[in-house]
Structures are given as C-alpha cells and as structure tokens.
C-alpha cells in the first residue's frame, strides 16, 4: 500500500533524489502508471429464492453496474493513448455476494482497479465511474451502488534529462557499458515521492516476470551488478 513512503512524505522528509528499488532488469524506468482501488458496493432485498419477485437481488443489480462500466468506461479508455504506456485499463479483481442458494441476496461487494496514466487523478477516475453508473440510478429508483476508494498509488513519469536519470544512467554504463530505458504498466513508491516534488527514478535487479509468482526468484549475478551501480549513485551522488 506504499505506507511507507506515504509516511516519510507525511512527516514532511524531502531526499534531493530517491531511486526506487524494483525488478527492471537493470533498465532505468522513466514512466509508470498509477493504480486506483474502490469497492462497488450494491443493496437488494432479500427474500425467499422461491419468490423472488419479494426481494430485489444485489448480485443482479451488480452484473448491471459492472456491464455498464465495461460498455461504456472500457473503450472510452482504450482511446486514450501514452506514447510508452498505453491506455489506462479497468478490472473487476473480484466478487462476493450472497449468503446461500435459496435466499435473495441483498448485498454485493466488488473491488475494482483503474489504472492511471501520467496526469490522470484517482479522482477523476472516480467521477468517470460516477457519471457511468448516473443513468442506472437515474433511470432505477432501486438501483443502490456505491463506489468507496480503498487504494490509490499516483502514476510516475521523470525527464530523462533530469540529474537522478543521468546519474542512475551513466552508473549503468560505467558498469554495463550501456544504458537502458523502460516504461511499466505497474505502480511503485516512486509516485508517491514524485507526487510530492522528489525527483526519483526506478531501478533494480530482476525481472517483474519473475516476481509475484510460485518461486518468485532472482537472478545472483543481477543482484552483484546491481550492488555494483547502487554504490556508484551513491558515490556520484553529490552532482544532485
């Protein structure tokens, strides 16, 4: 949940530069999207399944909810594009609903996650879900869903030109004897420091192919190289 970088911002510590430690196969990151997380939270009427028409079932009103951000969320975000990135996307991560086969439910949870490009907010994001879901209650006086935040992680975007960039690259070099750059769909700690103005970019050892899986592993001779251009930052430092 980045709560430790939340927190050092929070108490107000401000680093001249930070790099951010993540699996980039030893590429310097220079953009990465952000995350938004809410839970959908939708309300029936429960009542016996062997008379339904008593009750109003929430899971029903929450297959409603999520086709209608699908039809109309989903390719209004695949037409906006990020030269590196891509387009923002939307899932529904999971669903819970319902007590027992014979009983209507009267309650359905949802978590759903919004990904953000480089200057698009959680909420803006939030108002776009809003403005989807209007015409379901405008036009449903027992359509009840509610959309609360549970997470948020800024999008991260640095000039390559920046002095952190070019300490971190020319410490590849003098290492590696090249430098490379990357873009990446996922978020790290990284916006959050960049969100409160600390210049800062991504780079470490490993691959993300490698990383949230069964055996998640890395590679030595990666970690002994990385090792290597960690000490060299720091060492060239005092350019900042």
């Not at 951000?69 to 609903?97: K, Y």
Request: net charge negative; proline share 6%; glycine share 10%.
């Amino acid at each position: 949940g980045a709560g430790g970088a939340r927190a050092l911002m929070a108490d107000g510590f401000r680093p001249t530069a930070a790099v951010v430690g993540e699996p980039t196969q030893l590429r310097v990151l220079l953009a990465h999207k952000g995350a938004a997380r809410w839970r959908l939270t939708t309300r029936g009427l429960a009542a016996h399944s062997s008379m339904p028409e008593r009750g109003r079932n929430a899971i029903v009103t929450m297959a409603r909810a999520i086709a209608r951000l699908e039809e109309v969320v989903g390719p209004a975000l695949a037409a906006r594009r990020h030269p590196d990135l891509g387009s923002p996307t939307l899932s529904v991560g999971t669903v819970r609903g319902g007590t027992q086969v014979n009983v209507v439910p009267d309650r359905c949870e949802a978590e759903i996650d919004r990904r953000l490009l480089p200057g698009e907010s959680a909420d803006a994001a939030a108002a776009e879900l809003e403005r989807a879901l209007a015409p379901l209650r405008e036009g449903d006086a027992g359509f009840h869903a509610e959309l609360v935040p549970t997470q948020a992680f800024p999008p991260y975007a640095e000039d390559r030109e920046s002095a952190i960039v070019r300490i971190v690259a020319d410490a590849c070099r003098g290492e590696r004897g090249a430098s490379e750059f990357w873009h990446a769909p996922w978020a790290t700690n990284a916006g959050v420091f960049k969100a409160a103005g600390v210049p800062c970019t991504v780079f470490g050892p490993g691959s993300d192919a490698q990383a949230h899986v069964v055996d998640e592993y890395i590679e030595i001779d990666q970690v002994v190289i990385a090792s290597r251009i960690y000490a060299e930052i720091v060492r060239d430092s005092g350019a900042l």
